[in-house]
């Protein structure tokens, strides 16, 4: 999962885009990059870990321009190095051309990967940002077809999911996979255009939200201004439901949704029908809080929030080695003392993966006196890995791959497990039809992805 940002039409592009990433932090946290347009030239900087630690202030001053992408990166496909960093530059005789910043994973990379090789262009790195830049470049300048063009070509060729934003010296482009997996907004702010990912990286500039770019758009800022057309035909949508379930910050709005309200939705529908008594629902913070509030709300049970978070330890979810993983659980959470003594707990997730995090936190509340601790959880069993971008580990690894919910119950030490249903999730958005399920029913909308 990553995070893209850019602004073009300001003379403090750089540093606008560099906040709108802070924003979006949470989407990736192991490099970021920016790239900026001063009219002329392309100027490039990346670094590895947060945009706050990466992004020394005065290189915002040295990044001088009316246009920026910029990218936060947590690596799906191709290790977590520099040269997998984004954005990426296409360079062609010795001149930067454009630079290119994605979200999303394609699904037939090794075929495209390949045509582009025997064109004799050789790869730094093992990102499908590279590739995405390399194939438009090799055909809008070697073919002679045009940047606009050239995006059109990989809109149809191109499987899976990516929210692209592409700058040249003097334009700016954004376009979006025909399923519109990831999310890609676009604000306005002083007469400047303001993408991001999600709606976060729009507010903390102020810019003023107009669209969310739609499936298979091309967008182009430039000269003799706005321009739209249309990449590829979106034949049907299917947005990412784990944008909803866990990844977007519960202050953004997606997919023409308020995230927090999806949530609270999703824990209305995990509480309809389950008559478990208990003293206390507790959600795992962060991502649960807002499933917590609904459940406990429609349960008329207490919500506490006896679990503390540290903010200082990355998301779990998104540690790439299983080593940190384990030692980011220990670090992450306390509960509150004595509050778990005799208690029986409802403990809210919003998902369960590899069940490590939450097998860990069952025998903490077990240790801190717990009588009983329920599991609830806010979406039905991940049984399929992700291809769209998310990173789920090989099917083998996921807890309820080949388990039914009371095999992961016993597992995971608990009383009782009750996971979201399908229908029930279906009912927490305004369209379901529009959404991708493919982790929990394997019925993969744009293939799957080979290594
Ligand atoms: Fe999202 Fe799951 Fe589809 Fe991946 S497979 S895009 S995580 S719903």
């Not at 490039?44 to 920026?68: D, R, T, W």
């Not at 790869?123 to 063009?149: H, L, P, Q, R």
Request: aromatic share 10%; proline share 6%; net charge neutral.
């Amino acid at each position: 999962m990553c995070g893209v940002a850019g602004v073009f039409g300001q003379s403090e592009a750089a540093s606008w885009t560099c906040e709108a990433l802070f924003a979006q932090q949470h989407r990736g946290q192991d490099s970021c990059g920016l790239c900026a347009s001063d009219g002329e030239r392309l100027h490039l900087f990346k670094g590895m870990g947060l945009v706050k630690e990466a992004v020394p202030p005065s290189l915002l001053k040295e990044l001088p321009g009316h246009g920026a992408i910029g990218h936060v990166r947590y690596p799906t496909q191709g290790e977590a190095t520099l040269p997998n960093a984004q954005p990426f530059l296409f360079v062609k005789d010795g001149t930067p051309l454009f630079a290119l910043a994605s979200n999303g994973d394609i699904t037939n990379l090794p075929e495209l990967r390949e045509e582009i090789e025997k064109r004799s262009y050789r790869f730094d790195g093992t990102n499908d940002g590279e590739v995405i830049a390399k194939a438009i470049g090799s055909w809008a300048f070697d073919d002679g077809m045009g940047i606009e063009a050239a995006i059109a070509k990989w809109m149809r060729v191109g499987m899976g999911a990516y929210s692209t934003l592409l700058l040249t010296p003097t334009e700016f482009y954004a376009f979006r996979d025909p399923h519109g997996f990831r999310p890609l907004s676009v604000g306005e702010k002083d007469g400047a255009a303001v993408l991001t990912s999600e709606t976060v990286g729009l507010d903390i500039l102020r810019a003023r939200f107009i669209e969310h770019i739609p499936a298979g758009a091309i967008r182009r800022w430039g000269p003799g201004g706005p321009r739209s057309s249309v990449g590829a035909v979106s034949k049907k949508l299917d947005h990412c439901i784990f944008e909803h379930i866990y990844f977007a910050r519960p202050d953004s709005y997606v997919f023409g949704e308020k995230v927090f309200e999806v949530r609270r939705r999703i824990g209305e529908a995990l509480a309809s029908g389950d008559t478990v008594q208990a003293d206390a629902v507790v959600p795992i913070p962060d991502s649960a809080n807002y499933i917590g509030m609904g459940y406990a709300n429609a349960r008329n049970i207490p919500i506490v929030m006896g679990l503390v978070r540290n903010h200082y330890v990355g998301r779990t979810f998104i540690a790439p080695v299983q080593l940190m993983r384990d030692e980011t659980v220990r670090l992450k959470f306390n509960p509150l003392p004595g509050f778990f003594e005799g208690q029986r707990v409802v403990l809210v997730d919003d998902s369960i993966v590899r069940g490590t995090t939450i097998r860990k936190l069952v025998r903490m509340l077990r240790e801190n006196g717990a009588k009983e601790v329920h599991l609830r959880i806010g979406s039905p069993p991940i049984r399929y890995s992700c291809y769209y971008g998310i990173d789920t580990p090989d099917r083998k690894y996921l807890i309820a791959a080949e388990r039914s919910p009371e095999q992961v119950a016993d597992v995971l030490s608990a009383d009782t497990l009750r996971y979201l249903t399908l229908e029930g999730l279906h009912s927490t958005v305004s369209k379901p039809g529009d959404y991708c399920y493919a982790c929990f029913t394997g019925d993969y909308p744009a293939g799957k992805k080979r290594a």
